[in-house]
């Protein structure tokens, strides 16, 4: 990898718009964490609205809640067939009403929960792509060091052979 696309990448990392070294920059690169944890940030950062549209939709979605939910709909049913008579009779209008606005209520508060996950799910990725870039960065000058012992390992082997010293012993 060229030193120019080098320094793009890790100035990239680091959103820095000054003229650094490459030293520079891989000694920053190593020394920064680039990983951020998400969900600290994200809990960090939440409103009160937030916090109640999570707090309903973890209840909505658990089998608690749907199980609850039509054993008082069974209820409802029960009660205005055999007890009240003209409460709710049958087919059901005001239940039916209810149970429309709720769910008119209900969906949007549970879009906008899946709305804050998203954006933290989008967090997350670009958190991975920045931890990907800088390990490839990383593995990238492990392998040019590598490379450079490796060269210079063959020419004190060749220099010695020159000088017909026995690498055996």
């Known amino acids: 990898m060229d030193k120019n696309k080098k320094k793009e990448i890790v100035k990239m990392l680091l959103k820095s718009k000054e003229e650094i070294d490459e030293e520079e920059l891989m000694e920053l690169l190593f020394d920064q964490p680039i990983a951020v944890d998400v969900d600290k940030l994200d809990k960090n950062n939440m409103k009160f609205s937030d916090k109640v549209a999570d707090t309903i939709t973890a209840i909505a979605g658990s089998w ?11 209820i409802w049913i029960l009660l205005n067939v055999y007890l009240w008579d003209n409460v709710d009779p049958y087919p059901f209008i005001l239940l039916n009403l209810l149970l429309s606005c709720i769910a008119a209520l209900q969906a949007p508060i549970i879009m ?3 709305n804050r996950q ?17 390990s490839e960065l990383i ?6 060091h590598i490379e450079l012992i490796i060269s210079n390992q063959r020419k004190i082997i ?12």
């Open 118 to 134: 998203a954006k933290k799910d989008s967090l997350r990725n670009q958190n991975d792509y920045r931890t990907d870039l800088k």
């Open 64 to 74: 608690y809640f749907i199980i609850g939910f039509t054993l008082f709909l069974i």
């Open 158 to 169: 060749k220099k010695l052979e020159e000088k017909d010293i026995d690498l055996s012993k």
């Open 112 to 114: 906008m929960s899946q």
């Open 139 to 144: 593995l990238e000058q492990l392998h040019d």
